[in-house]
């Protein structure tokens, strides 16, 4: 791998607190290495924000591989940028060149408050949670994990949809501000397993509910939460999802 | 003396008569009773939903912005179980046996057992919970193996599997949430413990998005608030893991146990340059397969598919014939270590060995012919389908080495080298996980518990759960059915007021120094006084100068540290100056703690005391106790020691070969 160093400038979302309306500010960094994740380059610019005695640039970021869902970043007009598959933080240099704009904004949706330049608050996906993304067990109910089995296919399906990291991309890219993948993820997690059976029906009604408590907007099936997730998580689960909320619907009792 | 409370009786009897003979709190009366919980990772989210669910009113808080964040979402490769699935000899005298001689016999038998027991009830718990573990065609649970044992009892999802099973726990705890019998404080940082009458009834924490202070009671505290990895700046911990709430815990009372325990990770991603931030783990399990290997050639220009196999050494299956490349973390890292410093070491830092798949790829793919009985396959496609197999079970992995490093894995072996990855010390508790101050808890990798000198792989999950899930519901009944005469105190008592007045006035403190060095410099600063002292291998000349340097570090940081911002605002170098405050202070200590043990023993390498063949010296006549460490005044600590009786278990020189 060649690795090269690169002038970049940053074209950045700066914007007090919630209520401060916000606008675009310009920076200009030097001698970014390719080998540098993203964030450390804004880390970099962040020390010579420091040093010039300036208010440092607030984003989100914590496990810095890719799993805690922490970091967010529209880049160039794509939630965590160019590369597929792929959160900001395991976004690197070496997908810029010398002397290229970048510009950086935070996550836009009514239910993702700015809480500061780069930093959202997405409380909603946590609440869509409460309302129903759980299986109701009790610590020590249990019985042997191998009492039942499950077919290896539902359960690999399973894992593919638990792996959404709740970043919230989805949600940036739809044009609706549709929250309908997150909320797909974690219903079709539970649907696939036959632990999540009883409470089927009660779980798919009130999260449904909450997501539209919370402002997120309807989903047009335009796919572009698919094409930004960070985990691939595969827009037929919001098929399923509708299927079970159809299912729902007809059985529920009156 | 410390007491660490432990039941008589045998040890396979001890737990199951605690719980036979603790105090009980009735419904009626849990609902009095407020509990906080510090800390949403396995060991926190798992007690406070437990906890709710019981009845108790508790409160939980966490720094970042949901508590599915924790950092042991980060965990890669799977937790330990003692169920014998695989019917290949395991049992729960099995893990226990393993854990403490892992732990290079520096742990306390009686709570590894007590952890050994409950490891199978997490695992149905979970799967209860609807946690995806990786499964086998006829649909029951896959395992796999992890270093430092010869049978297969770790459970996985992936490579994800502290991803799961915190979702799991993070689901039960919003579920609690939603019953309103638990609180949430997302964005909070706690920043001091209140002490009434010598026992913990509160916190005072900060909300990180307006700068506020706030009061919180609790009739008992549990800090469930993870590693201090981060002291040595780099680490594989994620960036916002850090000491201060064990710390604050430490100077009002809480002693600390074995500081200077640290687990450095033999498979990590190397250092690239200065402007590194973190290092990235690759996960234990890659040692299932992998194999591990530097040139036979000191300073070897070649790269690496064109050094024959007769020109490759396979140090750690030729040092460890009975582990090969499954021993233990501690030995797998000074072995890589002892390499590259004899001038053996790859890639252009030469700081890095191979760890290469070219072996199991082909393996795989001959046992994928094999399943379809076909003969006179090409190689081409022999390697293919062994790909398809690896990517099944570390594609995740392989994907973060590529993003990272810009080389494909599956072409390429590896590089690697070892980094810092947990902290096995931490706040001293007792048999009940309860602190030497009464009323405080800590659980999780905050605690000093179960580890000993050295954790084994997929071990650090289950005592989380462990503890959250098992054991506090049991203990903490034990301290609050005393408590049931006590009323909620209001935060308007003194000693609320007067500890929220200590916060603010070192928050003013630092806020008003206005110097020239950045946080992140002087956090650097210390990691390298650290890494380089009172990293992989340690000796008195080096720790002694630590010490000095550590000391004036600390004094340069209250003098001139730049913090930009204001109090009253979202501002996260303030944040990280107050954690890095604490780190110098917590490295000082470390340094301390490895000076007076003069021994090896699993992860601390004293230069020293090794054998003949530079493996780890123990000197079990001087130093078979846990040091637990009281805070006096600035620079100054008191050392107190828990012996440890081995009752079952006779120790012995580990032995990997
Ligand atoms: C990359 C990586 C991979 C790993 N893989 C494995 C593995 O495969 N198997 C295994 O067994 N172990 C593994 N480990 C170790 C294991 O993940 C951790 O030891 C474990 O998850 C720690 O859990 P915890 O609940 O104690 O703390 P954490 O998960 O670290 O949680 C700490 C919590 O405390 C909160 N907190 C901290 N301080 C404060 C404060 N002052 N105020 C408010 N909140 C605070 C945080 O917000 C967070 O919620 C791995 C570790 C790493 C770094
Ligand atoms: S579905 Fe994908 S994009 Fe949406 S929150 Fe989950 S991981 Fe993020
Ligand atoms: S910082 Fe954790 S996913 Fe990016």
């Known amino acids: ?254 | 003396m410390l007491d660490a409370k432990i039941p008589a009786g045998s040890l396979d009897q001890k737990w199951t008569d605690y719980k036979g003979h603790c105090k009980l709190v009735n419904p009626a009366n849990k609902r009095k009773l407020e509990v906080i919980v510090v800390g949403t990772g396995l060991a926190g989210a798992s007690a406070a939903a437990s906890l709710g669910e019981l009845g108790y009113k508790v409160k939980v808080f966490c720094f970042q912005d949901s508590p599915r964040r924790a950092h042991s979402i980060a965990a890669q490769g799977g937790i330990n179980a003692a169920k014998n699935y695989q019917n290949d000899g395991d049992s729960i005298f099995r893990l226990f046996y393993d854990t403490i001689k892992g732990g290079d016999y520096r742990a306390r038998e009686a709570n590894v057992h007590r952890l050994a027991e409950v490891s199978g009830n997490i695992i149905d718990q979970c799967v209860a919970q609807g946690v995806p573990f990786a499964r086998e065609y006829g649909g029951l649970l896959s395992n796999r193996s992890f270093g430092g044992t010869q049978v297969q009892r770790t459970f996985y999802a992936a490579g994800q599997t502290g991803q799961q099973l915190l979702i799991g726990a993070y689901q039960a705890l919003e579920r609690q949430i939603a019953l309103g019998n638990v609180k949430m404080y997302n964005r909070h940082e706690m920043l001091e413990v209140v002490i009434i009458d010598e026992k913990a009834r509160g916190i005072i924490a900060r909300d990180l998005v307006n700068g506020n202070l706030e009061r919180h009671f609790g009739h008992a505290v549990l800090l469930c608030t993870g590693g201090y990895g981060n002291v040595f700046y780099l680490s594989t911990n994620a960036m916002g893991s850090n000491v201060t709430a064990a710390w604050k815990a430490h100077k009002k009372g809480a002693f600390f146990g074995n500081p200077s325990f640290t687990q450095i990770h033999p498979t990590c991603i190397p250092v690239s340059g200065d402007h590194q931030s973190k290092l990235t783990l690759m996960s234990e399990s890659l040692r299932n397969d992998g194999r591990i290997w530097v040139p036979k050639k000191q300073g070897e220009t070649r790269k690496a598919n064109e050094i024959p196999e007769e020109e490759r050494d396979y140090y750690l299956e030729r040092r460890y014939p009975a582990f090969g490349n499954l021993v233990p973390r501690d030995v797998a890292s000074r072995a890589a270590k002892e390499r590259c410093d004899a001038g053996f070491g790859v890639g252009t830092s030469k700081q890095a060995v191979y760890l290469d798949f070219a072996d199991a790829i082909k393996r795989y793919g001959k046992i994928e012919i094999g399943k379809e009985g076909r003969e006179n396959v090409s190689e081409e496609e022999i390697i293919a389908l062994g790909k398809e197999v690896v990517k099944e079970k570390y594609g995740n992995l392989f994907d973060m080495y590529e993003k990272i490093t810009g080389e494909n894995p599956y072409e390429l072996p590896m590089r690697i080298y070892p980094a810092v990855h947990y902290t096995m010390g931490g706040l001293w508790v007792d048999y009940e996980l309860m602190t030497t101050v009464k009323g405080l808890y800590a659980l999780g990798e905050a605690n000093f518990s179960d580890h000993g000198a050295n954790r084994l792989g997929a071990s650090a999950l289950m005592q989380g759960l462990a503890d959250g899930y098992f054991v506090i519901p049991y203990t903490i009944g034990n301290y609050l059915a005393d408590e049931i005469y006590n009323k909620s105190i209001s935060t308007d008592h003194e000693a609320f007021v007067t500890t929220e007045k200590e916060v603010s006035n070192r928050i003013e403190k630092l806020m008003s120094i206005k110097g020239n060095i950045s946080v992140e410099t002087f956090h650097k600063r210390l990691g390298k006084i650290m890494w380089d002292k009172c990293g992989m291998a340690r000796n008195a000349q080096g720790l002694e100068q630590a010490i000095t340097e550590i000391q004036q570090l600390k004094k340069e940081f209250w003098s001139d540290v730049k913090i930009p911002g204001a109090i009253n605002e979202f501002n996260p170098e303030l944040d990280k100056a107050g954690r890095v405050a604490d780190f110098i202070e917590l490295g000082e200590l470390m340094c301390i703690d490895a000076l007076q043990r003069n021994e090896s023993c699993g992860g601390h390498f004293r230069e020293e005391y090794q054998t003949n063949e530079g493996e780890a010296l123990r000197d079990d006549s001087n130093y078979m106790y846990v040091s637990a460490w009281e805070h006096k005044q600035e620079h100054t600590w008191e050392l107190h020691k828990e012996t440890l009786n081995y009752e079952v278990i006779k120790p012995t020189q580990r032995n990997y070969k």
């Open chain 1, 1 to 254: 791998m060649q690795h090269y160093n690169m002038n970049l400038t940053l074209k950045v979302w700066r914007q007090k607190n919630k209520e401060d309306k916000g606008g675009f500010q310009n920076y200009q960094v030097k001698d970014i290495s390719s080998e540098m994740s993203f964030l450390e380059m804004l880390d970099v610019l962040n020390e010579q924000l420091i040093r010039d005695g300036q208010d440092p640039i607030a984003f989100d970021h914590d496990c810095r591989e890719g799993i805690c869902g922490m970091c967010s970043l529209y880049i160039n007009g794509k939630p965590h940028g160019d590369w597929k598959a792929n959160t900001t933080c395991q976004l690197h240099m070496r997908a810029f060149k010398d002397g290229e704009t970048i510009v950086i904004e935070p996550w836009r949706a009514g239910a993702f408050p700015v809480v500061k330049d780069l930093v959202v608050d997405r409380s909603a996906f946590d609440r869509i949670i409460q309302a129903g993304g759980f299986i109701s067990v009790n610590t020590g109910n249990a019985v042997d994990g191998n009492s039942l089995p499950i077919n290896k296919d539902a359960a690999d399906a399973a894992f593919a949809a638990a792996m959404c990291i709740g970043c919230g991309a989805c949600v940036a890219a739809c044009k609706n501000a549709s929250a309908m993948l997150f909320l797909s993820a974690k219903v079709s997690h539970l649907a696939l397993l036959p632990q999540g059976d009883p409470e089927r029906k009660s779980r798919v009604f009130n999260m449904v509910a909450q997501m539209d408590k919370e402002g997120f907007g309807a989903c047009t099936n335009t796919g572009a939460c698919e094409a930004a997730c960070p985990k691939e998580i595969s827009i037929a689960n919001i098929a399923r999802l509708n299927k079970e909320y159809l299912f729902a619907s007809i059985t529920a009792e009156k």
